[in-house]
């Protein structure tokens, strides 16, 4: 908790001094307390770095450390409202040119203008201070030593350093060390595989302490070839400790390849499972982390031993901390893995696989040091990663790791014995910010994926992420979202967070630890409360259970019962409110009144359109996110909402349109209204200068200059934008409609999505011949002006583009001068007949994926590393084609017969992803494919030529 005091302090204390002009002090009749505040505050600062030790052990100073953060909390609110009242002033008629013209002037001074405003606010200023003094004398007597944090700052690496990190794969590169695992994979896979005369179901058990690498075990055996082959179904299922009997049967239905229907009832979604398991082939079910016996007596085991009589051979795998647990479940046949901690060379090896690539080649000469480091992680395989995450961040020296070996942290007491010491170290050692940061990602439990651009919008708009001379965001006009995408990404590195496996080169999506989420909310429990499963609505939410009366961030899941409105409206003090479950909002009187200090709100897949009219009086919010509700409009007042920054409404098929007045959010930063029906969104959007991000952006075709509507021509002006997602572009009919958009002049454009209805075009539909060629003609056009700018990163083409071949920005040589696309996915190119050869000139190219792409029959000689190909691209003597590729997916190329590569050129190891090509007879050269996985492609006959191969799947 004092982690967000120490990131606050700075900001605040800035904005004080902002506002601590003489002319301000006078007319508000407290002369010297602005003054006061800002000493208050720097003095209190130095404080910090020692109550947030202390507060571990001494409950007096956790006391102390409240106090002062509620009052920080209740300083940003009072800034806020001046803000506020300096943006009426603004837009007042009544204020002079000369104001108007200097824009200098400071909040409080604009506040002036509304004497009984301004009484009101000197007079919580002068309680604020009041309370600030009040804090600071209780402080003297705990003694706090000023000196700790003033340590001088360790060597850590650059930004530039750091830039040459690559997010990896948690499970195939990060945690995989030594030949123990492979002899603990190659034995398990033996017993779930062995044939067995008994019919029971047999269950298997990984037991060992949290940390201890069982699923990371796990996962290595559920994707092993040898288990890909011999079981047909494979589920994986992720049992939270308290968790959610029919959510977890939907999850057994949807991961076994059935369809639950969104029931609810138990009985029914048994039934639907008995017959999903009993009609797909033998299959292995992964129960991970299980913490009672409940789950399977009570949940699962009617179903799975049921299913297993008509699938015999059919196993269970647990993964488990608790000895006795496998026997508690009940099951005829047993078999227990316990895992061991790791030894020393393996320990080594697993260090080293968390640095940096420039950091591992002399790393030996630091082995000494090392191995003490070691030897505090007792051959933990998460300590270890958590350490190395550490050291990842220094600059390897001698003196930098004996300053990490010498912490006292090691040894700190105090906290709960489930806890791990070795990840308060690694706590120890974030920023303030980041520290905050990491906490909030405790919001999100077991099951739910955190996702990088979700959460770090959250941070911005709850305030942990502040420029470093301390402006406000609200001034501010870059740099935000790029300073919290390097503290998501510092989380990731730290192994504080790990992308999930399908997002291994991205990172945009991750999980956390099961050991790591619980140490992340003790730390938090305080400002943090989260409710899940069988804990009652009433307990958790209403204040008789856990988090205290001041709870500031609440996150529901999934609860026993519809929660009722009214008992979260008792949490008056909350800034963040995350709802993933249904709610009952339709009882009189529900509203958002109460919520006055709100900054996010998220709710996901819930009725929430009666609450709509009360959503403009949420003062503060900076993040709305209503993703799949039934919300069918946003209130015409939105513009009262002036510190909106992100507002997300995708997949909200009831909203129909946007308010006029959206266009006064003059700092909104994101909108999504993608999978929504908005048709169009109001004339005027172009004034929304600070826009980074637009998903489902309606084409609005009318060429009416009269309109309300707003034309392609108005995203000229957005010349922030970092996401562009264009839906229905098969309406424009005139590609000079497209090139007013000015696409290719947005130096900052990272992400462009260019989506196509099928439904919008005549093809295969009865036109004629020569219609039909027009109309890809102009598509081909269209699509020609809507060239990117080559700082492009991501590139998606989908939904139904009709041209018969890619734009000349994809072919050679222009292709070349892209150099920052990474990931690359075209999809559903029903007349598209070859790919463009510009794309193995692509040089970062990491991820190419083409799916639904029936007319393709050949991909050519340069995706062979053809040097008569390759000569076209600029300087192709000393660019090899597709230098970075590493995941290539192939999908629905059903004319394509012959991926063949003579010579590959390619420098990364690959993944090759081959599903349903039906004309596939064989795959052959492919030197650097490490992993294969193949599903319906029934005419292959012939593999060969993988030198490196390792896996494969079919």
Excluded at 548 to 574: A, K, M, N, P
Aim: charged share 25%; aromatic share 8%; proline share 4%.
């Amino acid at each position: 908790m004092a982690a967000i005091l120490d990131a606050m302090a700075p900001y605040v204390t800035k904005l004080i001094a902002d506002m601590a002009t003489e002319e301000v002090a006078i007319l508000l009749g407290v002369s010297g307390e602005i003054e006061k505040l800002k000493d208050n505050m720097e003095t209190i600062n130095c404080f910090l770095a020692d109550a947030e030790r202390r507060r571990i052990t001494e409950q007096i100073v956790q006391r102390w450390v409240r106090k002062l953060k509620d009052a920080m909390y209740d300083a940003t609110d009072i800034l806020d409202l001046c803000q506020l009242q300096a943006d009426k002033h603004k837009e007042s008629k009544c204020g002079s040119m000369e104001e108007k013209a200097s824009g200098c002037l400071q909040p409080l001074l604009f506040c002036l203008r509304n004497p009984l405003f301004a009484h009101k606010i000197g007079s919580r200023i002068k309680e604020l201070n009041q309370r600030l003094e009040g804090i600071y004398k209780e402080a003297d007597k705990y003694k706090f030593n000023i000196s700790i944090g003033s340590n001088p700052e360790p060597r850590r690496l650059t930004a530039a350093e750091l830039s040459i990190y690559k997010t990896s794969s948690h499970f195939d590169e990060s945690s995989i060390v030594g030949e123990q695992i492979e002899r603990d994979t190659k034995e398990l896979v033996q017993v779930l595989t062995r044939d067995d005369k008994n019919h029971d179901i047999k269950v298997v058990s990984i037991i060992g302490m949290g940390g201890m690498g069982k699923t990371t075990l796990a996962q290595k055996i559920f994707n092993e070839a040898t288990i890909q082959v011999h079981f047909k179904t494979k589920i994986w299922l992720n049992i939270n400790k308290q968790f959610h009997e029919a959510e977890l049967l939907r999850t057994a239905i949807q991961h076994a390849g059935g369809n639950h229907g969104g029931q609810q009832d138990k009985r029914t979604l048994t039934d639907t499972l008995i017959n999903t398991l009993s009609n797909k082939g033998r299959f292995l079910m992964v129960m991970d982390d299980v913490w009672s016996q409940r789950a399977w007596n009570d949940v699962l085991s009617v179903a799975v031993r049921i299913a297993s009589k008509k699938q015999p051979g059919s196993q269970i795998l647990v993964t488990t901390r608790f000895v006795h647990l496998p026997q508690q479940m009940r099951a005829a046949a047993l078999h227990q893995h316990r895992v061991r901690p790791l030894g020393n060379d393996d320990a080594w090896s697993l260090l080293k696989k968390q640095l940096q690539p420039d950091q591992v080649d002399g790393i030996d000469q630091l082995k000494t040091i090392g191995m003490e480091i070691l030897e505090n992680c007792e051959g933990l395989p998460l300590a270890i990663k958590v350490i190395g995450g550490l050291l990842s961040t220094r600059y390897p020296s001698e003196h930098e790791w004996k300053s990490v070996l010498n912490k006292p942290a090691w040894s700190l007491t105090g906290l709960p014995p489930e806890l791990d010491n070795r990840l308060y170290l690694s706590y120890e050692d974030l920023s303030p910010q980041i520290k905050q940061c990491f906490l909030y990602c405790s919001l999100f439990p077991k099951g739910k994926e955190i996702i990088g651009d979700v959460v770090t919008r959250m941070w911005i708009s709850e305030g942990f992420i502040q420029p470093l001379d301390g402006s406000s965001i609200i001034s501010h006009e870059y740099g935000f979202e790029e300073m919290a995408t390097e503290y998501y990404q510092e989380l990731i590195k730290r192994n504080l967070i790990e992308p999930s496996e399908e997002y291994s080169l991205t990172g945009y999506k991750c999980t956390m630890h099961d050991v790591v989420r619980t140490f992340a909310e003790y730390m938090a429990r305080e400002e943090s409360l989260v409710v899940v499963g069988r804990e009652h609505a009433a307990t958790g939410i209403g204040g008789g259970g856990g988090g205290g009366v001041h709870v500031r961030r609440l996150s529901i899941e999934q609860t026993v019962s519809v929660l009722d409105w009214g008992i979260l409206q008792r949490r008056e003090s909350l800034r963040t409110l995350i709802i993933n479950f249904r709610v009952n909002f339709h009882l009189p009187g529900d509203s958002l009144s109460s919520f006055s200090s709100l900054r996010v709100l998220y709710i996901r897949s819930a009725d929430f359109d009666t609450l709509v009219p009360s959503l403009s009086m949420l003062k503060h919010l900076r993040y709305l996110h209503l993703w799949g509700t039934d919300i069918s409009r946003l209130p015409d007042d939105i513009h009262k909402m002036k510190f909106l920054l992100y507002i997300s409404l995708g997949n909200c098929e009831k909203l129909f349109y946007l308010p006029g007045s959206i266009i006064k959010l003059v700092h909104l930063r994101s909108l999504d209204i993608s999978g929504s029906n908005v048709s169009a969104v109001p004339k005027g959007f172009s004034e929304l200068t600070n826009l980074r991000s637009v998903y489902g952006f309606p084409v609005h075709v009318d060429m009416d200059a009269s309109n309300s509507w707003c034309s392609l021509q108005e995203l000229e002006l957005l010349s922030q934008l970092r996401d562009l997602t264009l839906y229905g572009l098969e309406k424009v009919q005139d590609s000079r409609m497209a090139e007013k958009a000015m696409i290719s002049s947005k130096r900052h454009l990272g992400y462009v999505e260019l989506n196509y209805s099928a439904s919008g075009h005549t093809i295969g539909t009865g036109s004629g011949e020569a219609e039909q060629q027009q109309q890809q003609s102009v598509t081909e056009e269209v699509l020609e002006k809507l060239c990117p700018p080559t700082c492009l990163e991501t590139l998606v083409v989908q939904g139904g583009y009709i041209g018969r071949q890619l734009p000349d920005w994809m072919c050679a040589p222009a292709s070349a001068e892209f150099k920052s696309i990474r990931y690359l996915k075209l999809e559903n190119l029903p007349c598209c007949t070859q790919l463009a050869d510009g794309l193995c000139c692509l040089p970062s190219l990491e991820l190419l994926d083409i799916t639904d792409a029936p007319a393709i029959n050949r991909i050519g000689p340069q995706f062979q590393a053809s040097s008569s190909v390759a000569a076209r691209g600029s300087d192709a003597s000393t660019s090899p084609p597709f230098p970075k590729l590493r995941q290539v997916y192939l999908d629905g190329l059903r004319e394509w017969e012959e991926p063949r590569q003579q010579q590959e050129a390619c420098s990364e190891r690959r993944e090759l992803y081959l599903y349903e090509l039906s004309n596939l007879t064989h795959v052959e050269n492919f030197p650097s494919v490490v992993k294969l996985d193949v599903f319906d492609c029934p005419e292959l006959k012939r593999i060969s030529g993988l030198a490196m191969f390792q896996k494969i799947r079919f």
